[in-house]
């Protein structure tokens, strides 16, 4: 019966981040991200955040909330995109690179 009182708090879980007015400790248990495309609210576990603010964003938390977009907002296949034309320009490197060692060869005979 002393359960039904009883209610359920989230833990929380202090981390000390970078930010533009200096170190900061913030609760990222209970911390709300916002998309800068969408706006659109988004929650994360607190250590897989705290890994990604570390490694993505410098550890600086004031970058991470002016340039975080969410996956949902990313374009669909700007990845993709950016893939095949990097495999395009190399090839295209790799033909002028060989045009030339013909034209070499062609001198030389």
Same mark, same amino acid.
């Given at each position: 019966?002393?359960?039904e009182?009883? $209610?359920? &708090?989230k ?5 000390t ?16 991200a $916002?998309?800068?495309?969408?706006g659109e ?8 955040l705290?890994n990604? /603010?570390?490694? $993505? ?5 004031? /970058?991470f ?8 907002? &990313?374009? $669909?296949n700007?990845? &993709?995109?950016? /893939?095949?034309?990097?495999? /395009?320009?190399r090839?295209y490197?790799?033909i &002028?690179?060989?045009?030339t ?5 062609n001198?030389?005979?």
């Amino acid at each position: 019966m002393k359960n039904e009182n009883k $209610k359920s &708090r989230k833990a929380v879980k202090l981390y000390t981040l970078n930010s533009s007015a200096g170190e900061v400790q913030i609760d990222l248990n209970n911390y709300t991200a $916002k998309c800068s495309v969408s706006g659109e609210p988004k929650q994360f576990y607190h250590t897989y955040l705290a890994n990604m /603010i570390a490694t $993505k964003y410098g550890n600086d938390i004031s /970058i991470f909330e002016s340039t975080y977009v969410s996956r949902a907002s &990313r374009p $669909k296949n700007g990845r &993709r995109l950016d /893939i095949v034309k990097s495999r /395009i320009n190399r090839l295209y490197d790799q033909i &002028r690179t060989l045009k030339t060692e013909r034209d070499e060869i062609n001198q030389s005979v």
